[in-house]
């Protein structure tokens, strides 16, 4: 391979299957550390927060300039609705995510049952609830109200650290949408689990029993309506960037 060829090769841009694998590898880097870091401690608030928070911050570093580092299906539908991401690539992000996180659900399932101890139908596999499912027994309305309205702030929040006028670095901006999903998980972890995300819910939900798989409506619902809603709201709040169409790749989030 000559120097020029190579060189080429370094620089082309990534083609949609570079595009979805990282965003399978990233939201399953973001549902096994996530997910994983509740059923390892416990349900720890300070671990399972941070775990979800620095996975995002360090998988948006990682392949952000690939795919944007989405890793969560309400981040693309709210970043499609904004301009940032052609709408032509959202339903194959999306079912990449999906992809992603089903892959970490399955993985959690087999290391878990490395335990002797653990049993899925009793101890779950992290799956996010609501009602009489749930450790506090927390209302519907308020699970779905909760739920869109933390990812209608997520969605601003990864919209504005993202925007053209804005100017923060490619490593403030992972930080900044990392240090925002933690502020979630510990604002909303004992009354639903947290997910913002429907790829996390449906990850474990899958293999944790027909009790999880029935709440899952929900937990897919209420994140996309409070994306459509970010999504559809930034630029009449915020203004919006010069350019109609952002690249994809300045779009990274959970």
């Given at each position: 391979m000559t120097s020029e060829t190579g060189t080429d090769t370094i620089n082309a841009q990534p083609t949609i299957g570079h595009k979805i694998a990282a965003e399978v590898v990233g939201t399953f880097v973001l549902v096994f550390f996530g997910v994983g870091a509740a059923l390892m401690s416990g349900g720890d608030y300070v671990a399972t927060g941070l775990?979800?928070?620095?996975?995002?911050?360090?998988?948006?570093?990682?392949?952000?300039?690939?795919?944007?580092?989405?890793?969560?299906p309400a981040v693309t539908l709210g970043a499609s609705l904004d301009g940032r991401l052609p709408w032509a690539l959202a339903p194959l992000y999306m079912l990449s995510q999906v992809v992603g996180g089903v892959l970490a659900g399955s993985t959690l399932l087999f290391v878990m049952n490395g335990f002797p101890t653990f049993d899925v139908a009793e101890t779950g596999l992290g799956q996010n609830s609501f009602g009489d499912l749930s450790a506090n027994d927390f209302g519907t309305a308020q699970a779905f109200f909760l739920e869109a309205l933390l990812t209608m702030l997520f969605i601003w929040v990864i919209l504005a650290v993202t925007d053209k006028r804005n100017g923060v670095n490619s490593i403030l901006a992972p930080l900044a949408i990392g240090l925002a999903l933690a502020m979630i998980h510990f604002a909303s972890m004992s009354a639903t689990g947290t997910s913002v995300n429907p790829a996390r819910s449906i990850g474990p939900a899958l293999f944790a029993g027909a009790d999880a798989i029935s709440q899952l409506w929900l937990f897919i619902l209420a994140p996309l309506v409070g994306a459509a809603v970010g999504g559809l709201t930034y630029r009449f709040i915020f203004g919006r960037e010069p350019a109609a169409v952002t690249p994809v790749e300045r779009v990274s989030g959970a």
């Open positions: 775990s979800f928070g620095i996975s995002v911050l360090v998988m948006a570093a990682a392949v952000g300039r690939i795919s944007g580092g989405h890793f969560n």
